[in-house]
């Protein structure tokens, strides 16, 4: 039953998680990029004053953050190579990635 | 494995080899094309900085007397967009689109400095390299079906990449995920080529989908989606079309209204009607959406510049937010140069994939192929390719440069054709001589 699991986690799961490793990545950099726009770009192309400048620079990082944490929970993932753990993070990179596509 | 499982695995497999061994090199090819695609605007940009930068200056003249003299000196008729910049420091453009005959085809192009309405230059926008750029990436250089053979090329993508993960399990069962055997050639390069495949599975076959749907648009639009969504039509114009030419347009004016009435639009473009619909077309986008550039629209009244139409994607349906949101997702066209950057990276891939494909499909097939007395090494075989592939480019490069869009495409046509009709020729020359000889031994 373990030997499974096992198999199951090197055949399919780690192949999920570079997949979606893949997509977080793009949101990463994508939110990086919206974090590195100076405040003349937020004030000419966005209209936004210095509070909504900072409450958008919050919410990216936020992002930047979530992000970073589950790319790094994978590295762990893949060195311990536990299924459940592989499970887990795939339902949550997966959530979250949905979330960060409506709120952005 | 059932014998039904097993024979249906044999069937994709060899689908995904043949798909792979006729398609390889064009998607190889696309894929390289299709990574400095991404950077086309800021290429041209690059290289031609004296006609998109200006110098900076307090105030800006009024433009429209420019305008109205290119006018009297390009035709009216042939006028095609007024482009505007983003930033300040940036020249404007007016396009006017001349065919004088099939052959004879120009997109003037004219930067105009906005702080003193002098002419910055002048160029055929068929000879600047963002064209050469998107012109071998989208067409090939083929005049007349180019698109579609991209197209054909982005659906043998995306079988290729949906068998390929159809097979995918089967072949790592000895094997675990991203261990790289260093046994021989093949099997590092196949170990590669599904380390890669499955790694980069998402972003290909977005890559391959949204190239299917662009390449193959002329065909798949009207059976899916009808028209170009967001269109403005009008049957019954209210004035004549030289009346409508002969308008005279304040595009300042036209510019400055667009801004108060639709604020979140950066304005990008202005066309003035000339089919009697009287209307000025401003085009351009909202931030913070992925939409294709300049897929918002509003149509001003050239009478009094109120508003006539407006196309606004976000609160459009979802079939037309997935229509605009193709060729942005394709082009890695709405998160800045970073996403471009990385896009490029993922994008090298499907090239990689196909290089890789085609090394493990021949050292497999190696000791059958030293049988022939033609046989190559897979070395000197991959530098022929890549040799003539460049040199190619390279030299559509330089005629585009320096004669324009149809004597490169002229070149690609004929020598596309004569060899199909060559081989062809050929195939049916030896299947004539194998029947006949046949036939003689028969009788003999």
């Known amino acids: 039953m373990k030997d499974s699991f096992h198999k199951i986690n090197e055949h399919y799961l780690i192949p999920i998680l570079f997949v979606l490793s893949s997509m977080s990545v793009i949101a990463l950099v994508y939110f990086v990029n919206e974090c590195l726009h100076s405040e003349t770009y937020f004030k000419s192309f966005y209209g936004f004053d210095a509070t909504q400048i900072a409450a958008y620079k919050t919410k990216m990082q936020l992002f930047i953050a979530a992000l970073i944490a589950v790319l790094a929970l994978k590295v762990l993932t893949l060195k311990y190579k536990s299924w459940l753990f592989s499970v887990a993070i795939i339902l949550v990179n997966t959530i979250l990635l949905i979330v960060l596509i409506q709120q952005a | 494995m059932s014998q039904l499982s097993k024979r249906l695995h044999k069937k994709i497999w060899s689908v995904h080899n043949w798909v792979g061994l006729y398609a390889g090199v064009v998607i190889a090819i696309l894929s390289l094309t299709g990574v400095v695609a991404l950077f086309k605007f800021e290429i041209d940009e690059a290289l031609n900085p004296s006609l998109y930068k200006v110098p900076i200056e307090n105030q800006k003249v009024d433009l429209n007397p420019i305008i109205d003299s290119l006018n009297h000196v390009y035709g009216i008729e042939n006028f095609g967009i007024l482009g505007i910049p983003q930033q300040e420091g940036k020249s404007w453009t007016v396009n006017y689109f001349v065919r004088k005959s099939q052959f004879d085809v120009k997109d003037w192009q004219i930067f105009l400095n906005p702080y003193n309405g002098k002419i910055v230059g002048l160029r055929d926008y068929y000879s600047s390299s963002g064209f050469f750029i998107r012109n071998l990436h989208v067409r090939l250089y083929e005049g007349f079906f180019g698109r579609q053979i991209v197209g054909l ?292």
Not at chain 2, 248 to 262: C, G, N, P, V
């Open chain 2, 153 to 444: 090329a982005g659906l043998a993508l995306l079988l290729s990449t949906i068998t390929g993960f159809w097979i995918y399990g089967r072949f790592m069962k000895k094997q675990l995920f991203a261990s790289i055997r260093a046994k021989n050639l093949r099997v590092k390069m196949a170990d590669y080529h599904k380390l890669i495949g499955v790694t980069t599975l998402v972003f290909n076959l977005m890559i391959a989908i949204t190239g299917t749907w662009l390449g193959l648009q002329r065909f798949l639009q009207p059976a899916i989606a009808g028209g170009r969504p967001g269109l403005y039509k009008n049957d019954k114009p209210p004035i004549s079309k030289e009346e409508d030419a002969a308008y005279t347009i304040d595009y300042h004016k036209a510019y400055e209204k667009a801004r108060a009435i639709f604020p979140e639009l950066k304005i990008k473009s202005l066309t003035p009607s000339t089919n009697g619909n009287r209307t000025i077309e401003v085009r351009g986008d909202v931030v913070r959406t992925a939409f294709e550039r300049n897929a918002f629209r509003l149509l001003l009244d050239k009478k009094n510049l109120e508003e006539i139409y407006r196309y606004d994607v976000r609160s459009a349906s979802l079939g037309d937010k997935a229509f605009y949101i193709q060729e942005s997702m394709h082009f890695g066209d709405w998160g800045g140069i970073w996403l471009k950057i990385l896009y490029a990276f993922f994008g090298v891939t499907s090239g990689f994939l196909a290089l890789t494909g085609f090394v493990v499909y021949l050292k497999r097939t190696e000791k059958k192929r030293k049988e022939h007395p033609k046989f190559v090494e897979l070395k000197p075989l991959l530098w022929r390719w890549t040799i003539g592939i460049t040199a190619a480019v390279a030299l559509l490069a330089i005629l585009n440069t320096l004669y324009g869009v149809v004597i490169p495409t002229v070149i690609i046509v004929v020598s596309l054709y004569s060899s199909i009709v060559f081989l062809l020729l050929r195939a049916l020359f030896l299947f004539a001589r194998r029947k006949w000889q046949k036939r003689k031994m028969s009788i003999n």
